[in-house]
């Protein structure tokens, strides 16, 4: 028996993976031993078909339907058997590695571009389920993605890997050891993960693509070591090692904290990529000085929470101004707007930095993040409140907190029926019956139905939007009324800072 789809896929591989001739061979028995097969197919191909491909799903899909049509079975998923397969195909991580800088000795750019490119190829990004993915841009710019490829998760649940100690192997989902690995429970097979290393504030570690992509060339920079997340001076210092090599990205690092830190905060990563984030386009607010550090321009912005820019030509002058602001509020403590930074040994004061440059100029953006919780806000005090819980209910962090958010794929499904329950002013109680999952909805739809506007989709589009905004305001520190600016420019005097 012969799989037809295992030669188109080694054709792929010799025109977009440059497997090269000797290599296809041994590449062309491992496969066969992975899918158990003992014969091979020697008639024609369609190359030209083969040669327009930019992405393998095409050729994975035939893979699936032979595998069916010959009624093999295994005991892993399409997914797993893709990641396998695609695997094989891929050049080895160390020639990867070497091309890639290689190339950079030229262009970081192009280094860049051969990188990503190769990561599509390969089926690491899987760019046909991301372009499902819906995306718009709001009228006063920020970003809501509704996301069909990845799972909404529960600060709850995130809250459990503070502390943990892991000693399984890999340790996380993104530890250096996934390289080539096969795959488990709750581990993703990443037989074509390839990974660039390189070494930031004198430790090493190594950048990948994320195969969710919300973004342009969203990418993931990890520390070798397995290490919980933490912001300090050496992490802000990585940040810029990493920007200085590629000035053509954003980085950015969640918060160390649950509640205002990433899904993952059992080792330490970043996130940036080839794309301007809303926070990037907002305007200032005010200026202000801070005399030790002349050279750096110290910004307010007007941003939807309490976020600072900081620009400058000098990098050591604008770290250790990052620096001061993040000890400054480590420590900041404010009652009259719920700001405590630690509860015994419970430390709730963060900060969520961001870096990108502009010629030769650094722009560091510095979000101010707490944790805190009550009886009135037990999920958090500056995180989206429960009123906007049918929308988002997960932890802001690095990404929606720059004003790009990714909201969970149930409402592809939950819109329409509520634009339906609108449009023909449909009981509750019927819908909730057939759909209880829209119980969380019930407050939104009838203050929705009080709406004039006669597209129903439309306004439920709009109501999301409105959710968005709601969700960044109630993220910040310091709110934008008389009692938050008053305690926003406590905290700027506390830098020592001066207003121009």
Not at 45 to 61: A, F, K, W
Not at 469 to 494: Q, S, W
Request: glycine residues 4%.
């Amino acid at each position: 028996m012969y799989l037809i789809s295992i030669e188109e896929l080694l054709l792929y591989a010799k025109l977009h993976l440059g497997l090269d001739d000797l290599d296809a061979i041994y590449a062309r028995n491992e496969l066969l031993r992975f899918l158990q097969v003992d014969d091979i197919y020697e008639g024609e191909l369609n190359t030209n078909l083969i040669e327009s491909l930019t992405r393998p799903d095409l050729l994975l899909g035939h893979l699936h339907a032979e595998i069916a049509q010959n009624n093999l079975t295994y005991s892993f998923s399409n997914e797993v058997l893709d990641a396998q397969v695609m695997g094989i195909l891929s050049p080895l991580p160390s020639i990867v590695r070497d091309d890639f800088w290689s190339i950079y000795l030229t262009s970081p750019k192009e280094a860049t571009d051969y990188f990503y490119r190769l990561s599509v190829l390969n089926y690491y990004v899987q760019k046909t389920n991301i372009e499902k993915n819906l995306l718009w841009k709001t009228d006063d710019g920020i970003d809501i993605s509704i996301n069909l490829s990845k799972p909404e998760k529960d600060n709850k649940d995130i809250q459990k890997l503070v502390g943990r100690i892991d000693t399984s192997y890999p340790k996380c989902v993104l530890c250096y050891e996934n390289l080539g690995f096969f795959g488990k429970e709750k581990f993703a097979n990443r037989k074509n993960i390839r990974i660039i290393p390189f070494l930031l504030a004198g430790e090493p570690w190594f950048m990948q693509y994320s195969p969710y992509g919300y973004f342009n060339e969203h990418l993931i920079v990890v520390k070798n070591s397995h290490e919980p997340m933490s912001i300090n001076e050496n992490n802000l210092c990585a940040l810029f090692d990493f920007i200085d090599m590629f000035p053509h990205y954003f980085i950015g690092s969640n918060s160390d904290l649950p509640i205002t830190g990433g899904s993952i905060l059992n080792h330490e990563h970043f996130q940036g990529g080839d794309y301007l984030m809303p926070i990037m386009l907002s305007k200032e607010d005010f200026s202000f000085r801070v005399p030790k550090f002349s050279d750096v321009h110290f910004a307010h912005l007007a941003w939807y929470n309490s976020a600072f820019l900081l620009k400058g030509k000098n990098r050591n002058s604008l770290l250790k101004a990052g620096e001061l602001i993040r000890k400054t509020w480590d420590e900041y403590c404010d009652e009259s707007v719920d700001i405590i930074a630690k509860e015994s040994k419970l430390r709730h004061n963060s900060i969520t930095p961001i870096l990108r440059k502009v010629n030769d100029e650094y722009l560091l953006y510095i979000i101010l993040r707490n944790n805190r919780t009550n009886d009135e806000y037990p999920d958090g005090i500056f995180h989206a409140h429960p009123e906007y819980f049918h929308i988002k209910k997960e932890g802001i962090g690095l990404i929606e907190a720059m004003g790009y958010f990714i909201l969970p794929a149930r409402l592809m499904r939950q819109i329409p029926l509520i634009a339906e329950i609108l449009e023909k002013n449909i009981h509750d109680e019927t819908y909730l019956s057939l759909h209880p999952d829209l119980a969380p909805f019930v407050a939104a739809i009838h203050e929705l139905k009080k709406s004039s506007v006669s597209d129903k989709n439309a306004l439920m589009k709009k109501h999301i939007e409105d959710v968005c905004r709601g969700i960044l305001k109630n993220t910040a520190v310091f709110k934008d009324d008389e009692r938050g600016i008053a305690a926003l420019k406590r905290f700027i005097v506390a830098l020592g800072g001066q207003y121009e």
